[in-house]
């Protein structure tokens, strides 16, 4: 779709503008933070801080193509087109992919001595990494500074993450980490802000204040970051005393779990599975739990096996159940090595039966589970 820079220009506003909407009223959250709708990221993250052009951003909101996808599709590692270093910085995850330089520690370190921010920031990944290089994390460090500097928001992120004391080769410094967070995250870094967040909901280097930790958590939210998402829903939830404030609450689950928090996905269902005054719930509850067990939750899978176990929610089917209780149990997670021990004892239980529910409470014992322990203890002072 080929716009006009005037219309460009006009949707460009039309966007912010509902931006700064939900910005001046907390309490509203954009269609797009609840998955309803493209972008799956802020526009004004991308404008701003990636420098996408307007047009770009017009074609992708009038298609509803997903960006990311359009700036694959319009990446090239040539640098011939236009979009190719936008791509590129946004495509790289470890790596901000400058199309000028493949990813050799030579020759990104002669353009980073020449002043290349991008390059310097690189380098300051090669270090950090060890790649093809002896880890260093202060040379890591000065490189990052020098990128930081010249307006590399992502090395201000890791400026900020080394300093909180995410490492033990480099002493914990509170002020230059808040330094470096605010600096990025003043810049639209939904990462930076979520740490903001987190600094000022627990006290770290800073005084605690809750409704600091909020705004920076609501910012961060904005721009799509799901941790953000997910502490908003919980700290909600918690303080839930009307239904309307339960509602409000779960939205903000809701928009993480489809910004995929297995944790947001499991809190929904739970939360649902529980409410046994609105009907219907139990099926929605069923199907969050299977999102979050698709999302990794070990929690939710127990729960879809125990669901089955005890025909709430789900047909009732045994079979099904122990296999979902298994595929829990097999990635260690204790609660449901244990649940399935006591599953495989009740009612007509076999010799096989028997032997595999020992096996799993001698299992979550070796890990630590005092009930398991005991379990155990218990069998043997029957067996002899």
């Known amino acids: 779709m080929e716009l006009s820079d005037t219309e460009a220009e006009t949707l460009r506003h039309t966007i912010l503008d509902s931006i700064r909407e939900s910005a001046v009223n907390p309490d509203v959250i954009p269609a797009w933070?609840?998955?309803?709708?493209?972008?799956?990221a802020s526009v004004q993250r991308l404008w701003s801080v990636a420098n996408i052009p307007p047009a770009m951003l017009a074609e992708a909101y009038i298609s509803k193509r997903n960006l990311t996808e359009l700036l694959r599709a319009t990446f090239d590692p040539t640098g011939a087109s236009p979009w190719a270093l936008v791509g590129g910085r946004l495509l790289g995850e470890v790596w901000i992919v400058w199309p000028r330089y493949a990813r050799d520690a030579e020759t990104i370190r002669a353009l980073a001595q020449k002043g290349d921010?991008?390059?310097?920031?690189?380098?300051?990944?090669?270090?950090?990494?060890?790649?093809?290089?002896?880890?260093?994390?202060?040379?890591?460090?000065?490189?990052?500074?020098?990128?930081?500097?010249?307006?590399?928001?992502?090395?201000?992120?890791?400026?900020?993450?080394?300093?909180?004391?995410?490492?033990?080769?480099?002493?914990?410094?509170?002020?230059?980490?808040?330094?470096?967070?605010?600096?990025?995250?003043?810049?639209?870094?939904?990462?930076?802000q979520y740490q903001l967040g987190t600094l000022y909901a627990e006290g770290k280097g800073v005084a605690r204040d809750v409704k600091k930790a909020l705004r920076w958590y609501r910012m961060a939210a904005r721009l799509g970051d799901a941790d953000a998402k997910l502490y908003l829903g919980s700290h909600y939830f918690e303080r839930s005393t009307t239904e309307s404030h339960r509602r409000f609450a779960m939205k903000w689950w809701k928009a993480a779990a489809l910004a995929g928090s297995a944790t947001a996905s499991f809190n929904l269902g739970h939360a649902l599975y529980e409410d046994a005054k609105t009907p219907g719930t139990q099926s929605d509850a069923i199907r969050w739990f299977l999102l979050a067990a698709e999302q990794g939750s070990l929690e939710a899978t127990l729960c879809v096996g125990a669901c089955y176990l005890q025909g709430r929610g789900l047909t009732k089917n045994i079979r099904k159940g122990l296999d979902w209780c298994r595929r829990a149990a097999d990635a260690d997670y204790t609660e449901a090595?244990?649940?399935?021990?006591?599953?495989?004892?009740?009612?007509?239980?076999?010799?096989?039966?028997?032997?595999e529910s020992e096996s799993w409470y001698r299992r979550a014992a070796q890990l630590g589970h005092p009930l398991a322990k005991a379990k155990l203890a218990e069998l043997s002072g029957t067996q002899t």
């Open 337 to 355: 090595q244990f649940y399935l021990a006591a599953m495989l004892r009740a009612g007509t239980a076999s010799a096989e039966d028997l032997n």
């Open 117 to 192: 921010a991008y390059a310097q920031f690189n380098l300051g990944q090669i270090y950090a990494h060890g790649e093809g290089v002896e880890r260093d994390l202060q040379e890591a460090i000065r490189w990052w500074r020098l990128a930081a500097e010249r307006g590399v928001i992502k090395a201000s992120y890791n400026l900020g993450i080394v300093f909180s004391g995410s490492d033990e080769n480099v002493p914990a410094d509170a002020v230059e980490s808040l330094k470096w967070f605010k600096r990025a995250a003043a810049r639209g870094d939904a990462d930076s």
């Open 33 to 40: 933070d609840l998955g309803t709708g493209w972008p799956d």
